[in-house]
């Protein structure tokens, strides 16, 4: 077994502009599998992060919250990263 920090993704193609991601958190951030919705566009600057061809999140995806963004990265939501980390996140900057 390996362990890692980094969550998995599936992707399923909703329609020819919607890509749906299911993040699953590793089992150190309790393993939710929780989903987002990007556009194509988004997608296309996703896979370019996601392969380590861009830079850092926020600039790759600015369009997206401080929470969507911390999904992709850990596959944490709101609860969990306040239960994890012990502080609410200061959003919507």
Same mark, same amino acid.
């Given at each position: 077994m390996? $362990?890692?920090? @980094?969550?998995?993704? !599936?992707? =399923?193609?909703?329609? /020819?502009d919607?890509? !749906?991601?299911?993040?699953?958190?590793?089992?150190? $951030? #309790? #393993?939710?599998?929780?989903?987002?919705?990007?556009d194509?566009?988004?997608y296309?600057? $996703?896979?370019?992060?996601?392969?380590?061809? #861009?830079? /850092?999140?926020?600039?790759?995806?600015p369009?997206?919250?401080?929470?969507? !963004?911390?999904?992709?990265?850990?596959?944490m *939501? *709101?609860?969990?990263? =306040?239960?994890i980390?012990?502080?609410? @996140?200061? *959003?919507?900057?």
């Open positions: 390996t $362990f890692t920090l @980094r969550p998995t993704y !599936r992707y =399923e193609e909703i329609d /020819l919607i890509v !749906r991601i299911h993040v699953t958190a590793p089992p150190v $951030f #309790g #393993g939710k599998t929780h989903t987002i919705d990007l194509t566009d988004q296309e600057r $996703f896979c370019m992060w996601r392969d380590q061809k #861009g830079l /850092l999140i926020q600039n790759m995806l369009d997206l919250t401080i929470s969507q !963004r911390e999904l992709i990265m850990t596959g *939501d *709101d609860e969990t990263y =306040e239960e980390i012990g502080s609410k @996140r200061d *959003d919507e900057r």
